[in-house]
C-alpha cells in the first residue's frame, strides 16, 4: 500500500515538476550589428531655417512682409483689414476684427514672431493683448504682462483659461518675441473625441507648454466644448490693442 501511495505522489508531482523546470523563452542576443540596423522609412531631408532666410525649406510662409495676401477677415471673409507695415510686419487695426488664414491646418509647427505696442496703455488684460488660435478654437495668449499681473491661466504663454505656463519668458515691452509651437490636433471618431489635442510652447525660445493636453475650446465664458471638427485655419486676435506679427511660417505634420 506504501509503494503505491508514494508511486501516486511522484506521478501527481511529474506536471508541477514539468512546469516548474519550463522556462520562459528568451530573446536571442544578436551576433552582429546589422542585426539591431534598419533602413526604411528614410526620412525627407529638410532644409533648415538657418540656411533658407529664416523659413525650413518644407514650410508656407503665411506672412512674409509684403502683402496680407494668406489672410482673411475672420468676420466677412473679405480683405483681411489689417495694418501693414513698412517694416516687413503687420499689426492690428483695432476694430477691424480677427483675421484668419486662408489655409487650413491640423497638426503643425508653426513659428511667428509678435510684439507689444511700445506706448502702454491699460492694464491686466487691456494691455497688448492678442492671441493666435489653433484651427480656430484653441488659443495661446499673447499679452503684454510687463509689470502687468493679471489671471494666471489668461497670461501670456498660456493656453487660455486652461493652463498655466512654465515661466513668464517676455521680452521688454514694444521688443519682439517668439512662439514656436507644436501643435498635435485632437481626434475624432463617430462624432465624439478619441484623443486629445496636444500643445507644446517655446517662448523666446523658453519651454512654457510641455505637451499640454488639450481640454477643448478655450472659452473666455465657461467649459471647454468639444464638438467635431477637421482641419481649420490659425486665428489672430483683434483684442483692441495694435499688436504686431511678422515671419509667421508653418510646417504641416504628420
Not at 532666410?53 to 508656407?60: C, M, N, S, Y
Request: with cysteine; hydrophobic share 35%; glycine share 10%.
Amino acid at each position: 500500500m506504501k509503494l503505491v501511495l508514494r508511486c501516486t505522489a511522484v506521478i501527481l508531482l511529474l506536471p508541477f515538476l514539468a512546469t516548474a523546470q519550463k522556462k520562459e523563452p528568451m530573446e536571442k542576443e544578436p551576433t552582429k550589428p546589422e542585426a539591431t540596423e534598419f533602413y526604411k522609412p528614410v526620412p525627407p531631408v529638410v532644409t533648415p531655417a538657418v540656411e533658407n532666410d529664416g523659413v525650413p525649406g518644407d514650410a508656407i510662409v503665411l506672412f512674409d512682409g509684403k502683402s496680407l495676401d494668406e489672410w482673411v477677415s475672420s468676420e466677412t471673409e473679405g480683405k483681411a483689414g489689417w495694418t501693414l507695415n513698412s517694416d516687413g510686419s503687420m499689426s492690428v487695426r483695432p476694430g477691424a476684427g480677427d483675421i484668419h488664414s486662408k489655409k487650413e491646418f491640423g497638426s503643425v509647427q508653426l513659428h511667428l514672431e509678435w510684439k507689444s505696442p511700445e506706448k502702454i496703455e491699460g492694464d491686466g488684460q487691456n494691455r497688448g493683448n492678442s492671441g493666435v488660435f489653433l484651427q480656430d478654437r484653441y488659443e495661446i495668449q499673447i499679452l503684454d504682462n510687463n509689470n502687468n499681473d493679471t489671471y494666471v491661466n489668461g497670461q501670456v504663454g498660456s493656453l487660455y483659461k486652461q493652463q498655466v505656463p512654465l515661466a513668464r519668458a517676455s521680452v521688454k515691452t514694444g521688443e519682439w518675441n517668439t512662439y514656436d509651437i507644436i501643435f498635435h490636433a485632437p481626434v475624432f471618431e463617430k462624432g465624439q473625441r478619441v484623443k486629445k489635442g496636444t500643445i507644446t510652447l517655446l517662448h523666446n525660445g523658453i519651454l512654457v507648454l510641455d505637451h499640454v493636453r488639450i481640454k477643448g475650446t478655450t472659452e473666455y465664458i465657461g467649459w471647454p466644448k468639444n464638438e467635431p471638427h477637421g482641419k481649420g485655419p490659425i486665428k489672430l486676435q483683434d483684442h483692441g490693442s495694435p499688436v504686431s506679427y511678422r515671419n509667421i511660417w508653418i510646417r504641416e505634420l504628420p
